[in-house]
């Protein structure tokens, strides 16, 4: 079995809207969180999905998932006061419910409405090979280093440099216990999903990603992404 962990805890300070969610924000109608739900309900490769969301909007989430047609749902988890804490949550409920040791787990941001089916599947499909898998994006630019942010240390080498999406999968087991036995201030000071799989040993796979699957996260992406869906619904 495959479960999907949907982080939705996030207030987006970034898209400067004071503190409410970005991943609530409606277009056309529909908040965003409830079009990426939209791809995990479709994909035939996951079963279940874990909400992790703040119990303020867990009642409209509800609402949202019934009048949608939601039926993968399983629970909420609390929202941690990092990402990995989070994530370290919707694990937990995961592995509460899981009933094999070879079920695997997939994990996406709330505000990456345009996750593929395509994409969600071939994720959970590299577990049968390594022990998770990230989608990344090939480096277009010439990347520099800097050290004071004001002169070049350093060219970095762009064949050598990926950018990493969500959604990230693995093999739920083997990840949860990662994560549980991680200390709160390593939980803290990871980064990314796979940072802390790949530093405690796991065979992490790189695939390819999509452009589509973008992460809204300023004005500007909420503008492209309002953009696509106004011609996709004409």
């Known amino acids: 079995m495959n479960y999907a962990i949907i982080l939705s805890g996030g207030i987006g300070t970034r898209m400067q809207m004071g503190n409410f969610p970005k991943q609530y924000l409606e277009v056309e109608k529909k908040p965003i969180l409830l079009y990426t739900l939209e791809q995990f309900q479709k994909s035939s490769a996951v079963e279940k999905i874990v ?18 047609g939601i039926t993968k749902f399983l629970a909420f988890a609390d929202a941690g006061d990092t990402r990995q804490e989070s994530i370290h949550n919707g694990l937990t409920v995961c592995v509460e419910d899981s009933v094999s040791e070879n079920d695997g787990v997939i994990i996406h941001d ?50 050598t440099l990926f950018a990493g999406q969500a959604p990230e999968a693995f093999r739920l087991h083997p990840y949860a216990k990662i994560n549980r036995e991680a200390s709160k201030e390593e939980l803290s000071l990871t980064r990314g ?33 309002c953009t696509i869906v106004e011609g996709e619904t004409k």
């Not at 409209?60 to 949608?68: A, H, T």
């Not at 405690?200 to 503008?223: C, W, Y």
Request: charged share 30%.
């Open 110 to 159: 709330g505000v990456r409405p345009l996750v593929s089916e395509q994409l969600i599947g071939d994720c959970l499909a590299a577990l049968a090979d390594h022990e998770g898998c990230m989608p990344v994006l090939p480096m277009k630019d010439t990347i520099y280093q800097s050290s004071d942010g004001t002169k070049i240390d350093h060219l970095l080498e762009r064949s």
């Open 51 to 68: 909400i992790v969301a703040a119990d303020a909007w867990r009642e409209k989430i509800r609402g949202w998932m019934e009048e949608d």
């Open 193 to 225: 999903t796979s940072e802390i799989a790949y530093r405690h040993g796991m065979d992490v796979a790189m695939i390819p990603g999509d452009e589509r699957n973008f992460k809204i996260t300023t004005r500007s992406d909420l503008e492209r992404f």
